[in-house]
């Protein structure tokens, strides 16, 4: 009677399925573009700097300089990939962001999926958050330097903060997203308050959490950086600063480079993670062809 | 909880008295419902036809107990669901609603989303829900699709799943709210038939809104056709069409009177409904 899957064809899997994606991938234009427009901007850089030594661009120092001491093993201004310090100042930073981050999640995400589900947490917290949330992230700077003590404390807890906001109002946001109708034939096939609270509010406000969790760590990076800036000891956000003051220009690019890669591979590694949490979804945009 | 419900006596006798229903009555107070009554018998299949916005879905919302009545009561073989004391009805798996725009939860399989009701009731364990769930959707024809997410399958087939999800709990009435109302006429077809079969074999009482007329007598033991907003039941027609109905009944010189009947009462309403601009909600 019902013999409509037979026409289906066996998709690809595994190891064929990757080689398919590669394939697929460089027969478009996309990485042909990607890979040229890399090469106009490090063009541009490198005749602003070094080509045509353009007034005021002299002060910077050109891409052949900059990798020049970043690929060095004794690099001239102190920083390079064989250098210890390179990779201190990176794991530092890290740690930070991976407690920072983690906090933000920790505590963000139920509280605002709490506040989403029950009226009363809500008209309780939201106020108040909403009355916190656009006071500027170094606002709290002389705060947090007064509250607490050493200088992981500040740092972590401004990283934590701002990143904090973004996640909480996600999450709330994507309980508020769920459709009416779901709550209801939960409701329908006998579930109990906490059974609506795991099998519809949590996956319901996934999509919603995970695009704000891609925003709270680079918001988390970016109040780190500024933090590590006003007051650190280490870390990438205080090699900027360090390297400024001491007129050396190349471990400062260097360290903005290095922050741009980790940045691009940490919101990679949310969305990796929502993906994989969230197949469902996936498979729905791809049926929609998205 | 309705157990074990044989074919021989019925359950699930629907009792609808003089139902009022305002929205917000110290505001916008829009009467979507007024005065309302009608009797839907056990194991009956009762098709309440009436032009969009007159109430239909609000009517449905009351025996669901998704929101409350303002006056009248009604009664489910006896029991008092909603009345003058309990304004709202408590929402029940022997009341099972099928919803407008499919409600299967897009984050769980289908064969998650028909075990989820006997799993929460504690009716069975996760592991039994789950059997029991894919033995059910393959009954239905679902069989290659249990570990599939609703939004990978048509709409047929997600449509036929919600209602599987909806029958492993046993309800007494089967509340659908314009099932079938997106697709085309094709999967129509195929979706009444399967209703049908469905309906001859488990005998649930069926109250179920449509506003395709052809769908109303094909499906129906009774047409209740409402009025335009504020619904009230216009008039009934009997359907004595013998069962197992078959597609040829569609063309049948009896099919084709009843159908002219329905037409007459609702096209008079839908006339009005146009004109007054009602707009339905969600
Ligand atoms: N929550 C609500 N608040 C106010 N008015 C509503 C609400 N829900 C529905 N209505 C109104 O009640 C009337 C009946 O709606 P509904 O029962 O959805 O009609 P339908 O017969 O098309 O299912 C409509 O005029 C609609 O605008
Ligand atoms: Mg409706």
Not at chain 1, 135 to 149: E, G, Q
Not at chain 2, 183 to 199: F, G, N, R, V
Not at chain 2, 204 to 230: M, N, Q, S, Y
Not at chain 2, 238 to 249: D, M, Q
């Given at each position: 009677?019902?013999?409509?899957?037979?026409?289906?064809?066996?998709?690809?899997?595994?190891?064929?399925?990757?080689?398919?994606?590669?394939?697929?991938?460089?027969?478009?234009?996309?990485?042909?573009?990607?890979?040229?427009?890399?090469?106009?901007?490090?063009?541009?850089?490198?005749?602003?700097?070094?080509?045509?030594?353009?007034?005021?661009?002299?002060?910077?120092?050109?891409?052949?300089?900059?990798?020049?001491?970043?690929?060095?093993?004794?690099?001239?201004?102190?920083?390079?990939?064989?250098?210890?310090?390179?990779?201190?100042?990176?794991?530092?930073?890290?740690?930070?962001?991976?407690?920072?981050?983690?906090?933000?999640?920790?505590?963000?995400?139920?509280?605002?999926?709490?506040?989403?589900?029950?009226?009363?947490?809500?008209?309780?917290?939201?106020?108040?958050?909403?009355?916190?949330?656009?006071?500027?992230?170094?606002?709290?700077?002389?705060?947090?330097?007064?509250?607490?003590?050493?200088?992981?404390?500040?740092?972590?807890?401004?990283?934590?903060?701002?990143?904090?906001?973004?996640?909480?109002?996600?999450?709330?946001?994507?309980?508020?997203?769920?459709?009416?109708?779901?709550?209801?034939?939960?409701?329908?096939?006998?579930?109990?308050?906490?059974?609506?609270?795991?099998?519809?509010?949590?996956?319901?406000?996934?999509?919603?959490?995970?695009?704000?969790l891609q925003i709270s760590i680079g918001v988390a990076w970016f109040s780190l950086v500024a933090a590590e800036m006003v007051s650190g000891d280490l870390g990438l956000g205080y090699l900027i600063v360090d390297a400024y003051m001491n007129n050396v220009t190349v471990p400062m690019v260097i360290a903005m480079i290095t922050l741009g890669f980790i940045g691009y591979f940490s919101s990679a590694c949310v969305r990796a993670l929502g993906d994989k949490l969230m197949g469902w979804h996936v498979k729905e945009l791809a049926q929609q062809g998205r | 909880m309705a157990k074990n419900t044989s074919k021989t006596e019925k359950k699930g006798a629907l009792s609808i008295k003089n139902v009022t229903k305002i929205y917000d009555p110290t505001g916008v107070n829009v009467m979507a419902v007024d005065n309302c009554s009608m009797e839907i018998a056990a194991g009956e299949v009762c098709m309440i036809v009436g032009p969009s916005g007159c109430g239909k879905t609000t009517l449905l919302n009351a025996i669901a107990g998704f929101h409350s009545i303002t006056e009248g009561s009604i009664h489910l073989d006896g029991e008092l669901l909603c009345g003058p004391e309990r304004p709202k009805a408590e929402q029940s798996a022997e009341r099972m609603v099928v919803f407008q725009h499919g409600a299967l939860f897009p984050w769980k399989t289908l064969q998650e989303n028909v075990a989820y009701g006997p799993t929460v009731q504690k009716a069975l364990s996760p592991s039994q829900a789950m059997e029991k769930g894919g033995q059910m959707l393959a009954e239905a024809g679902l069989g290659n699709f249990i570990k599939k997410f609703p939004g990978e399958v048509s709409s047929g087939m997600a449509r036929r799943a919600e209602i599987v999800r909806a029958l492993i709990n046993n309800p007494k009435v089967l509340l659908l709210d314009e099932p079938y109302r997106a697709m085309d006429a094709l999967t129509k077809q195929i979706m009444h038939e399967s209703l049908l079969e469905t309906y001859d074999r488990t005998g649930v009482t069926i109250f179920f809104i449509t506003h395709d007329l052809e769908e109303a007598i094909f499906l129906g033991d009774k047409v209740h056709i409402v009025t335009t907003r504020p619904c009230q039941l216009k008039k009934t027609v009997e359907v004595k069409i013998p069962r197992p109905r078959s597609y040829e009944t569609q063309s049948s010189e009896k099919f084709r009177k009843l159908l002219v009947e329905v037409n007459d009462a609702v096209h008079e309403e839908a006339v009005k409904a146009f004109k007054a601009g009602e707009r339905e909600m969600a």
């Amino acid at each position: 009677m019902n013999s409509s899957a037979n026409t289906t064809t066996v998709a690809p899997e595994g190891f064929n399925l990757f080689i398919y994606r590669v394939k697929k991938k460089f027969t478009g234009p996309d990485p042909y573009l990607t890979v040229a427009g890399v090469f106009l901007w490090l063009f541009t850089y490198w005749v602003l700097c070094e080509g045509l030594e353009i007034w005021r661009f002299t002060k910077l120092p050109g891409p052949v300089a900059i990798s020049k001491d970043w690929f060095s093993t004794t690099p001239f201004q102190g920083i390079s990939i064989f250098t210890a310090e390179y990779y201190d100042h990176i794991s530092v930073s890290c740690q930070r962001i991976l407690i920072a981050f983690g906090i933000a999640t920790g505590l963000g995400v139920p509280l605002g999926l709490f506040m989403g589900w029950s009226r009363s947490i809500r008209d309780y917290l939201f106020p108040v958050i909403e009355l916190l949330r656009p006071i500027p992230i170094l606002a709290w700077v002389p705060l947090s330097i007064l509250l607490l003590p050493g200088f992981e404390g500040p740092v972590i807890f401004l990283a934590t903060l701002a990143s904090f906001f973004v996640t909480t109002l996600n999450a709330m946001l994507g309980v508020d997203s769920i459709d009416e109708e779901y709550f209801r034939a939960a409701g329908c096939l006998g579930s109990s308050r906490w059974d609506v609270f795991k099998n519809v509010v949590v996956p319901g406000a996934l999509p919603f959490i995970f695009t704000g969790l891609q925003i709270s760590i680079g918001v988390a990076w970016f109040s780190l950086v500024a933090a590590e800036m006003v007051s650190g000891d280490l870390g990438l956000g205080y090699l900027i600063v360090d390297a400024y003051m001491n007129n050396v220009t190349v471990p400062m690019v260097i360290a903005m480079i290095t922050l741009g890669f980790i940045g691009y591979f940490s919101s990679a590694c949310v969305r990796a993670l929502g993906d994989k949490l969230m197949g469902w979804h996936v498979k729905e945009l791809a049926q929609q062809g998205r | 909880m309705a157990k074990n419900t044989s074919k021989t006596e019925k359950k699930g006798a629907l009792s609808i008295k003089n139902v009022t229903k305002i929205y917000d009555p110290t505001g916008v107070n829009v009467m979507a419902v007024d005065n309302c009554s009608m009797e839907i018998a056990a194991g009956e299949v009762c098709m309440i036809v009436g032009p969009s916005g007159c109430g239909k879905t609000t009517l449905l919302n009351a025996i669901a107990g998704f929101h409350s009545i303002t006056e009248g009561s009604i009664h489910l073989d006896g029991e008092l669901l909603c009345g003058p004391e309990r304004p709202k009805a408590e929402q029940s798996a022997e009341r099972m609603v099928v919803f407008q725009h499919g409600a299967l939860f897009p984050w769980k399989t289908l064969q998650e989303n028909v075990a989820y009701g006997p799993t929460v009731q504690k009716a069975l364990s996760p592991s039994q829900a789950m059997e029991k769930g894919g033995q059910m959707l393959a009954e239905a024809g679902l069989g290659n699709f249990i570990k599939k997410f609703p939004g990978e399958v048509s709409s047929g087939m997600a449509r036929r799943a919600e209602i599987v999800r909806a029958l492993i709990n046993n309800p007494k009435v089967l509340l659908l709210d314009e099932p079938y109302r997106a697709m085309d006429a094709l999967t129509k077809q195929i979706m009444h038939e399967s209703l049908l079969e469905t309906y001859d074999r488990t005998g649930v009482t069926i109250f179920f809104i449509t506003h395709d007329l052809e769908e109303a007598i094909f499906l129906g033991d009774k047409v209740h056709i409402v009025t335009t907003r504020p619904c009230q039941l216009k008039k009934t027609v009997e359907v004595k069409i013998p069962r197992p109905r078959s597609y040829e009944t569609q063309s049948s010189e009896k099919f084709r009177k009843l159908l002219v009947e329905v037409n007459d009462a609702v096209h008079e309403e839908a006339v009005k409904a146009f004109k007054a601009g009602e707009r339905e909600m969600a």
